[in-house]
């Protein structure tokens, strides 16, 4: 019977830190928090009188109490599994004599230990917090040498956001339900986000594109068989300067005349220079920057990239003898810091592997503005762990994270990239003097490959062409060419972290989760990866702002970020930060309540493009609980209906006509039930109670059919596994006879298809 109890947040971290301990341990999961604020309501939770349309109404706050200026949380499990857990860790806790909380180490895995003394009523005497950046043999064991008393302060800070965004947020989201729309949700940090991408889109809207012209010349070289094509940087007129790349030539008729001059020109090399240039390698990721390349490279949702990274934490089955170990460090953090351990590693791997000459040790002494940690940056726990190493070890999405971190952690004490960058200006003499044409343009050619032996997509070489200065040159065309201005970029999720990161809303351990709620309410839509606020997040968004334009603003939200950290280093106090606030908000909220009023419904209409066919009034998107399909906007005056289709036919009526019911083979429908989208065949409905017609229903999105088949049997392929990041045959299921089954499945990425990763 094991005597030393150790508690971890997470299951899959079990198996890897029992590896590490030996059989004098026990290591059993939390699964999480088994606690949070209590959902059911009592007569001593906050009860807030609120007067509306001269009925008397109230907002209730369960969980949280109020007596006087103090504020009281009052803690619940968070459902029947964690009620049995509760009931499992108290029964390892009376069989053992010490309980060590090996929770993650940031405010919330201390919150999540407090949790476990609290409920179970540990003795602290007895009970002792472990903290580790990284699941290795060294970093466990000298941790539990190391054990230290549950950090209070870092709870105080964690209770401050949880009674602040359950307080706060119920309110505001109270006064949306009377006001837009029943099941609503704001939040300190959701609202503010949600905000920039509304503002966003308005910008694009009411974009107003502006027009300019380029101008480029073909100048024929004796070694080259294609002519070179040079653009025009600028004119110089009468004393003035046309700066052409800053978009300066503005009309057709001035770019004419320009073109006209252009033709009668005769060319010359005016300058030939060369520089070095250098070219930095990057900094070690922290969580923000991770996902922010994670998406730019791989596609990857910020919750796909932190599924990953957990799972690289909490460590992957090495085989071989070495059984589950944790690859990289914590990956929650805003710190760009090395460890000194780390920095000699990865200087002793440089020099052995390349030579002292690629080796330039670095670190950043500073974290970045208002970072909330102290940890390290995400580095792999063991550099001579390569990722080719690992490559049979880890599945393709793995392997890409891991490559990802262990190339900028090991390019980061590298040195520069050192470039020759070689500059040509040829000048244009028209017949008359007047105006004066610059041509330009640079290459650079590698002298020094430094960080790139190992980041060998970062750049590449430029072909330089043997110019001499003074040299003549043949133009054999010149080219006009008009554009136009183009509107702001919608936020993807990178860019969208990226801003959170540079205005202070937000924390590492949030980024990810604010996204997904904007997501699962229907604020926001990601198409094509770009992130699309829609008609019911402009509306919330646009009443937010008018209401709450405090709390919208990114200074407020930064400033209670940073109140927050001081209750973490305990330099402020948890109930003075609350009560700072509460009364100026609760004012607010009762005047929103009783006056607000309610917002026109057809605000909320979603409007696909097309024309109803029978009125040629727009038609809408309806979704509801039970309900997905496009619609009139004239309804009831006109009551057209249409099934939103997916693009694909269905497979299983193509050459059944006996199963059509519109005449034609079926194409695959997006369909709801009690909430969850399912995909059917438009050739299927009731007649009298009884289905007809074809009976195709997947629980997973299918690929454009007949476009893309399984190439083992020709059937439907459906995305799959979390995320859809897997494609399977539509056969391949256990349910269907076995001489019917397809065993057909692969990874998405590699599967080359030119599906929109937001599918």
Known sequence: MAKKLVIVESPS????????????????????????????????????PITRNDKNAHISIPGVQKKGKKFIPRWAAIDDDQKKTISTLKKEVERSDTVFLATDPDREGEAIAWHIVDALNLDISTTKRVVFNQITKHAVEEAFENSKEIDDYLVEAYKARAIQDKVWGFMMSQTLWPTIKRNLSAGRVQSPTLGEIDKKEKEIQSFVPEEFWNIDAKFELNDKSEPLKIPLKKIFSSGKTINVESRELRTEQESMIHTEALKQANFFVSDVSTKERKSSPPQPLRTSTLQQQAFRRFRFNSSRTMSLAQQLYQGIDLGAGEGQVGLITYMRTDSKVLSNEAVSDISNFVTENFSKSYLQVRNNSKSVQGAQEAHEAIRPTYITRTPESLRNQLDSDQFKLYQLIWTNTVASQMAAAVYDRTTFEISAEPSD??????????????????????????????????????????????????????????????SLVNFMESVGIGRPSTYASTIKTLIDKKYIERKKGSLHITALGSVVSEFLHEHYSDLMSYEFTAQMERLLDDIAQGDTELQSVLNSSYDPFVENVVNVYSSANRVDRDRLLEFTGEKCPQCDKRLTRKDDYNFLFLGCEDYPNCTYTQDITTGSMCPDCENKPELWINEDPGKITVNKYRGQLFYGCSNYRKENGVSVGCKFSSGQLPLEYPKHKCPDCGDLLLFSGRGGLNIRCKRKNFRLPKESQCGFSVKKSDFLIDEEDDQ
């Open 13 to 48: 971290k079990t198996k890897t830190i029992q590896g590490i301990l030996g059989r004098d341990y026990k290591v059993v999961a939390s699964k999480g928090h088994i606690r949070q604020l209590a959902k059911s309501r009592t007569k001593n939770d906050i009860n807030l």
């Open 433 to 494: 003097s007047d105006p004066q044409y610059l041509f330009s343009f640079s290459g650079d050619v590698l002298k020094f490959d430094g960080f790139r032996k190992i980041i060998i997509d970062q750049d590449s070489d430029d072909e330089i062409p043997d110019l001499q200065k003074n040299q003549e040159l043949k133009c054999v065309e010149i080219l006009p060419e008009q554009r136009f201005t183009k509107p702001p970029s919608r936020y993807n999720e990178a």
